[in-house]
């Protein structure tokens, strides 16, 4: 069975810092695995995603996640953190039987 | 109108009471998806439909009730709900899903807000 660990339920950091959001992730086949941002009163959009092939994933808005099959990890990351990067995150992976697993998502906080 | 709109944005209902969510997507996808979204908890795949037969159904209890009369539109008809039931109810609609498995983007609308009291 897939899960989807998102470590820190809350990530302050400051304007212009790294951004890291962790997701580790357990499957027993390949995995598809997916990163989604939520704006406050919007639904989610996806930021990124990997499948197949190149394990350093580009995603919008500057973010990007590097796939580490060792670690079962796919770590979110931008270099210099915006204002408006302020929102929830949600990682999920993806294994078959329809269903999409979803971690309970990391709400950024971007401090001035 | 574009993307997956969702109506109505806001809802209070009393346990007895009877209504019901609509959701349409612009995009021309074959899926489409309800999904449950409560505080610290993750999201929960409530229905999924595929060329409008339904394909997954997540355990959920019947008084929700889903429809697709076709690829554009989904219901989610909603009777003798409980507190525990409040939460932002999410569509989200996507191309084919291919041997059950999600690598399509999914495209979501901006939710309902229930509440039920």
């Known amino acids: 069975a897939q899960s989807v660990t998102q470590l820190g339920s809350h990530v302050s950091v400051s304007e212009g810092a790294l951004v890291l959001l962790r997701c580790n992730y357990s499957s027993s086949v390949p995995p598809y695995l997916f990163w989604y941002v939520q704006y406050p009163n919007q639904g989610l959009q996806l930021l990124l995603k990997?499948?197949?092939?190149a394990t350093l994933v580009k995603g919008i808005n500057g973010f990007e996640a590097e796939f580490k099959k060792s670690e079962t990890s796919f770590h979110l990351t931008k270099p210099s953190a915006h204002m408006s990067d302020a929102a929830e995150y949600f990682c999920?992976?993806?294994?078959?039987?329809?269903?999409?697993?979803w971690g309970a998502g990391t709400k950024l906080i971007i401090k001035p | 109108e574009t993307g997956v709109t969702q109506t109505p944005r806001h809802l209070v209902m009393g346990m007895t009471n009877k209504k019901s969510l609509k959701c349409e997507q612009h995009l021309g996808h074959n899926a489409m998806y309800w999904y449950k979204q409560s505080a610290k908890k993750p999201l929960e795949l409530m229905f999924v439909y595929s060329l409008e037969e339904r394909v997954e159904n997540n355990s959920v209890p019947s008084r929700f009730s889903p429809e697709c009369p076709n690829s554009s539109h989904l219901f989610l008809h909603l009777h003798t709900l409980q507190p525990e039931d409040s939460a932002l109810y999410l569509c989200?609609?996507?191309?084919?899903?291919?041997?059950?498995?999600?690598?399509?983007?999914?495209?979501f609308g901006p939710g309902t807000r229930l509440t039920v009291l």
């Open positions: 990997y499948t197949t092939g």
């Open positions: 999920a992976v993806s294994g078959g039987n329809y269903q999409l697993i």
């Open positions: 989200a609609s996507s191309q084919d899903i291919v041997s059950g498995v999600f690598y399509n983007e999914q495209f």
